[in-house]
């Protein structure tokens, strides 16, 4: 007889990495709804393109915001409107990295799009397992007059929102 498997309760390191980089995003949406962001459910597919016409504090998730620097969709973790704070809405990115793997490599890949976006960017990094060179190379990239404005760890960013950056 075959065994089968569920492969939602079965541990593989995708699954894994999977249910950690979950954990960073609930984190992230929790923190937002602590500032009294709400949750955009509809018409997530125009949101981007009229996100300058949406009012109050909202944000949404896995978001299709343009097209990549290979010209394929692109979707990003979060996208948060507040046209106060915001004018042009702020994109999150979480890169959850927990043990030693490719996720680093892929850096200047979405440097790359962040940049083609020309959208205010952050990028939340943290589980220790990229190379600490990858990060700071990353950090350096950082400019608040451009489309990448931050990279924090979840510490760094709470330390953020406390000083008022999400209003």
Same mark, same amino acid.
């Given at each position: 007889?075959e065994?089968?498997?569920?492969? /939602?309760?079965?541990?593989?390191?995708?699954?894994?990495?999977n249910?950690?980089?979950?954990?960073?995003?609930?984190?992230?949406?929790?923190?937002?709804?602590?500032?009294?962001?709400?949750?955009?459910?509809?018409?997530?597919?125009?949101?981007?393109?009229?996100?300058?016409?949406?009012?109050?504090?909202?944000?949404?998730?896995?978001?299709?915001?343009g097209?990549?620097?290979?010209?394929?969709?692109?979707?990003?973790?979060?996208?948060?409107?507040?046209?106060?704070?915001?004018?042009?809405?702020?994109?999150?990115?979480?890169?959850?990295q927990?043990?030693?793997?490719?996720?680093?490599?892929?850096?200047?890949?979405? /440097?790359?799009?962040?940049?083609?976006?020309?959208?205010?960017?952050?990028? /939340?990094?943290?589980?220790?397992?990229?190379?600490?060179?990858?990060m700071?190379?990353?950090?350096?990239?950082?400019?608040?007059?451009?489309?990448?404005?931050?990279?924090?760890?979840?510490?760094?960013?709470?330390?953020?929102?406390?000083?008022?950056?999400?209003?």
């Open positions: 007889m065994k089968k498997t569920n492969s /939602l309760s079965e541990t593989t390191p995708t699954n894994k990495a249910k950690t980089g979950n954990q960073l995003e609930q984190f992230v949406a929790r923190t937002l709804e602590s500032r009294g962001y709400t949750e955009f459910w509809n018409h997530k597919k125009q949101v981007f393109e009229n996100r300058k016409a949406v009012g109050g504090k909202q944000y949404a998730q896995q978001v299709p915001c097209t990549s620097i290979y010209e394929t969709q692109r979707k990003c973790d979060f996208l948060v409107l507040n046209k106060e704070k915001f004018p042009e809405g702020l994109i999150i990115e979480c890169k959850w927990q043990s030693s793997g490719s996720v680093d490599e892929k850096y200047p890949f979405s /440097l790359f799009n962040i940049i083609k976006i020309g959208v205010p960017t952050i990028i /939340l990094l943290d589980g220790g397992g990229y190379k600490k060179a990858a700071d190379w990353l950090k350096d990239q950082v400019d608040p007059r451009r489309a990448l404005i931050g990279v924090y760890s979840m510490s760094e960013f709470q330390t953020q929102v406390n000083n008022g950056f999400l209003g």
